[in-house]
């Protein structure tokens, strides 16, 4: 299960709190599929990447309700928390830089505070996409604001990144995902 977090609607599409969701829509861009069923508050497909069943989700509850999506697709699916990865903005790190890492505290995200409550674990792997810290704006304000022109050129590139490191720790693990791309 590959979990991209973000905000739905249209007005926080080019956001930065969204960059989880531009992740998930380019692997589903590169595997030609659209993401469109509903199930457990979330926009998700299945499909296969090569050879390996996943199930690609984008949660519709906003981000600071993250979990109750992620919670009810490990139940409906019957996966363990080990079996998922959480791709999310993170501010301490520079515009697009990836950090792939396994458990671990929330930095105050409050996406990943939603998963942990409803999971009651922290021990899952997670993709972090750096956004970032602001100068002099609040954070509230500044994730829900759009990449200027050259962050978005470089974000794009993170992206990309973010998608071969993806196929990465889905074919051979955290740890090599974290050699290859932190």
């Known amino acids: 299960m590959i979990v991209g977090l973000g905000n739905p609607g249209r007005k926080?599409?080019?956001?930065?709190?969204?960059?989880?969701?531009?992740?998930?829509?380019?692997i589903a861009e590169q595997l030609n599929i659209k993401i469109d069923k509903?199930?457990?508050?979330?926009?998700v497909q299945t499909t296969f990447w090569d050879d390996k069943k996943i199930l690609l989700v984008k949660p519709q509850t906003?981000?600071?309700?993250?979990?109750q999506s992620v919670m009810q697709l490990i139940n409906f699916y019957q996966d363990q928390v080990e079996n998922f990865i959480i791709i999310h903005d993170d501010l301490d790190l520079q515009v697009g830089?990836?950090?792939?890492?396994?458990?671990?505290?929330?930095g105050g995200h409050n996406g990943l505070k939603s998963i942990v409550q409803y999971t009651n674990s922290q021990e899952f792997d997670r993709l972090k996409i750096?956004?970032?810290?602001?100068?002099?704006?609040?954070?509230v304000d500044y994730v829900l604001t759009p990449f200027t022109k050259e962050e978005k050129e470089t974000m794009d590139l993170g992206v990309k990144r973010a998608v071969e490191g993806l196929k990465v720790w889905m074919d051979s693990g955290i740890e090599k995902a974290m050699n290859n791309f932190n």
């Open 12 to 26: 926080y599409d080019n956001t930065r709190h969204n960059i989880g969701f531009w992740v998930v829509d380019k």
């Open 38 to 43: 509903k199930q457990a508050k979330a926009l």
């Open 62 to 67: 906003y981000m600071n309700l993250s979990g």
């Open 97 to 106: 830089q990836l950090r792939f890492k396994s458990g671990g505290g929330t």
């Open 130 to 139: 750096g956004i970032s810290k602001p100068e002099y704006h609040d954070v």
